[in-house]
């Protein structure tokens, strides 16, 4: 098979390879790329662990070629963070709301939440449960993954976090 090159922005960096054209975006990132954050969990859509961003848009990359990501913006969890280290407010927040268990799922959760707040930065308890609900999490159950996004989304807001009466 004949390969092509395929060229990106990938964390705000101008990068390019040659693949074949049957090679999965999640693949191009972990193997071309060399960025193992994302994860590849059921190789069905289904999970969500291979969440990155694509052009402004929550993507689960095992479902796209390289190929026809072609010229696009990529942000993958590597992204997230500053220049300096310093965690995200949502890599800050899964860690100090305990969103995490065995943190498979949490590159792909956080990139798919980073969307959802960009999208709606004061999201409600559903919205955020709908939101997030193509990413599934074998650990936690869920309750503290949502706190941690209502905890980031506070802390975007400029407001004090309170978790609510249970």
Request: net charge neutral; charged share 20%.
């Amino acid at each position: 098979m004949s390969k092509r090159n395929v060229s990106m922005t990938v964390n705000g960096k101008s990068v390019s390879a040659e693949v074949e054209p049957r090679t999965l975006l999640i693949h191009y990132l972990r193997e071309h790329l060399n960025l193992t954050g994302s994860h590849i969990g059921c190789d069905t859509s289904h999970c969500g662990a291979c969440t990155v961003d694509v052009d402004g848009k929550s993507v689960k990359a095992c479902t796209i070629f390289a190929v026809q990501a072609e010229g696009a913006e990529v942000l993958t969890i590597e992204g997230m963070a500053g220049a300096d280290g310093k965690l995200h407010v949502l890599q800050e927040a899964f860690r100090e709301m305990h969103g995490l268990q065995c943190g498979y799922c949490t590159p792909g959760m956080i990139m798919r939440a980073q969307r959802l707040l960009r999208e709606n930065p004061t999201p409600s308890e559903a919205e955020i449960r709908i939101g997030i609900s193509g990413n599934l999490c074998r650990c936690t159950g869920y309750q503290n993954i949502v706190k941690a996004i209502q905890y980031a989304a506070a802390k975007i807001n400029g407001v004090e976090y309170r978790e609510a009466a249970e």
